[in-house]
């Protein structure tokens, strides 16, 4: 059964970081484009980033460039989240979502499995 569980949220001032990870099984994640969303209350699920199967290429919503990175290591099963000066507007539920190929979408139905996500709260 494929499942992604995500873990790193928290609460953190304007201007910290935080790192988030999430951890597959159930399927060769080596194969897979991967992508974190995240949801604040009362508006839609947003594509923050994404990362092709094999690393090589990425993606960033304009709101994060410069600020988030994502990462993955298919050695070790792990996708990451890096998040750095964090602002109050960025706080949601993070979740990483599994893709249906190697190569990344910007579509939200390309993503064909979730975690229940993460919690990221920004406030002073």
């Known amino acids: 059964q494929e499942k992604l569980v995500e873990s790193g949220g928290g609460l953190v001032q304007p201007g910290g970081s935080l790192k988030l990870s999430c951890a597959p099984s159930?399927?060769?994640?080596?194969?897979?484009?991967m992508g974190w969303f995240r949801r604040a209350p009362g508006k839609a699920s947003e594509l923050v980033a994404a990362?092709?199967?094999?690393?090589?290429?990425?993606y960033y919503t304009d709101a994060v460039k410069g600020r988030f990175t994502i990462s993955r290591d298919n050695d070790l099963d792990t996708l990451n989240l890096e998040m750095n000066d964090l602002r109050p507007e960025d706080t949601a539920l993070y979740s990483c979502?599994?893709?249906?190929?190697?190569?990344?979408?910007?579509?939200?139905?390309?993503?064909?499995?979730w975690g229940q996500g993460t919690q990221v709260t920004v406030t002073s």
């Open positions: 159930g399927f060769n994640f080596d194969i897979y484009a």
């Open positions: 990362i092709s199967s094999n690393g090589d290429s990425s």
């Open positions: 979502a599994k893709s249906g190929g190697p190569r990344f979408s910007l579509a939200p139905h390309s993503y064909d499995n």
